[in-house]
């Protein structure tokens, strides 16, 4: 019995070395990549959106997105007209921030088909800046799209269609939502064991396509969701390893539920998603001008 008291604890040992060695590597930095936005600039950039024409196609993240929108416009005092209207309905007039749902969750391509749509017939410009962006659902089980690669194909085709349907409209493109691991010290220790958690394979793909929108798009203003919602307040990066590289996902500060945005998560991602769109409109220069893929 003595040597069985002896494993017994042993093994309590190191399950409490591996759990303490994963949080001290859980801690772990580099550069910040995302900076977050004062509450100074929030209000500048709600002014400059506050006179635009901007259109948002989303599902439950973007209606998160939008939340957080209306608190921070609230919170600094600037008035800010947001909106939903329909896909094929009535297009309203003046400024506003105009959205809406577009597709249906776990078909991407109904989602594109849907945001041309939104934009009329070609020629017509209905809004000063436009964008939608997929669900993290969208390269899960059970969606029509499990290749990122086949996807960010054909995305990045029909884009390019619109935007030349579209001259003048700037279209800024989106990287896609992401999902926390689960909490707790379980997770923690498959971590340190070199282990996978159950939201690792379909981050993998998320990170797949959104590496290829960065290349395509970063210069033209991209809207990186998904880096709004991996850096946490402190500027470290929720990530893990997988296949040599660093896998982002949604850090758990932000989200109560692992995939839709808590009340810090929605200030965080909706003050970035505003100032990316307040700088897009401040520049003025077409959002197709970023080079071509390599």
């Known amino acids: 019995m003595q040597p069985r008291r002896f494993n017994q604890r042993a093994t309590g040992a190191l399950v409490a070395i591996a759990v303490a060695m994963t949080a001290l590597s859980g801690c772990k930095q580099r550069t910040q990549v995302q900076e977050p936005v004062s509450m100074d600039q929030v209000k500048a950039d709600l002014l400059t959106v506050s006179q635009a024409r901007v259109y948002f196609g989303h599902h ?167 880096r709004f919602e991996a850096t946490r307040p402190d500027g470290s990066v929720a990530e893990f390893s997988a296949g040599g590289q660093e896998i982002e996902m949604l850090a758990l500060e932000y989200t109560s539920d692992g995939g839709h945005l808590n009340p810090l998560g929605r200030e965080r991602v909706a003050s970035a998603f505003l100032h990316r769109i307040a700088e897009a409109l401040r520049a003025g220069t077409p959002m197709d001008a970023a080079p071509p893929p390599p």
């Open 60 to 226: 439950s993240v973007g209606r998160n997105m939008l939340q957080g929108v209306q608190e921070l416009a609230d919170k600094v005092g600037v008035p800010l007209r947001i909106e939903e209207v329909a896909v094929g309905g009535v297009v309203p007039e003046g400024p506003g921030l105009f959205h809406g749902m577009v597709g249906e969750n776990l078909d991407p391509d109904g989602k594109i088909a849907d945001f041309a749509r939104v934009l009329g017939a070609a020629g017509e410009t209905r809004y000063d800046i436009a964008t939608f962006k997929f669900c993290y659902v969208d390269l899960d089980e059970g969606s029509k799209e499990r290749s990122p690669d086949d996807l960010f194909e054909r995305y990045a085709n029909n884009m390019s269609a619109i935007e030349t349907a579209h001259p003048g409209v700037k279209i800024m493109h989106s990287t896609m939502p992401l999902m926390a691991e689960p909490p707790g010290k379980k997770t923690r220790l498959k971590r340190l064991l070199g282990m996978s958690i159950s939201t690792d394979a379909a981050n993998v793909d998320r990170n797949a396509f959104n590496r290829l929108a960065r290349e395509r798009y970063d210069g033209s203003g991209l809207l990186d969701v998904a």
